[in-house]
């Protein structure tokens, strides 16, 4: 690679490292696996900077590598996971309600599937459109909506569920109380 083209590869890393770390943080709940993600989609995309003749699209190939690349740690970890009939506690910080609610939609994203948690990540956290989900994610504009109209059903369905889980917990809680 030309040294400019290292210099300029090199600014752009500094100037978007912030919100391209957002990104990751947004595609894998653990912090420490985001700054992992973005570093391996950072050397991906090093290599191919060359390539990328409008560098103005630098953000969405990026983006595009970080999702391929946790997809390809998703099904390598698929492997190693074991069902189990009783879920664990979730882990919610005491500190504030929004610390809380973040917590729990960072969780609750984890009952979708890749391509359904990279549409809502890019819709409604990236705040691209349609149109600009579809060429990140390669897909057509139809699929992102259809993709995007089944994952949030999906959320809905599990917030209720939690919900109505946490009712009767707060139930059986008052019952025992009261005896």
Known sequence: MAQDEVLEFEEYVRTRQDALLRSARRLVPDPVDAQDLLQTALVRTYGRWEGIADKRLADAYLRRVMINTRTEWWRARKLEEVPTEQLPDACVDDAAEQHADRALLMDVLKVLAPKQRSVVVLRHWEQMS??????????????????????????????????????????????RCAA
């Open 130 to 175: 349609t149109e600009e989900t579809a060429a990140a994610l390669g897909m057509s504009t139809g699929t992102v909506k259809s993709t995007l109209h089944r994952a949030l059903a999906r959320l809905r369905e599990e917030l209720q569920a939690r919900d109505l889980d946490a009712r009767a917990l707060e139930r059986e809680e008052r019952e």
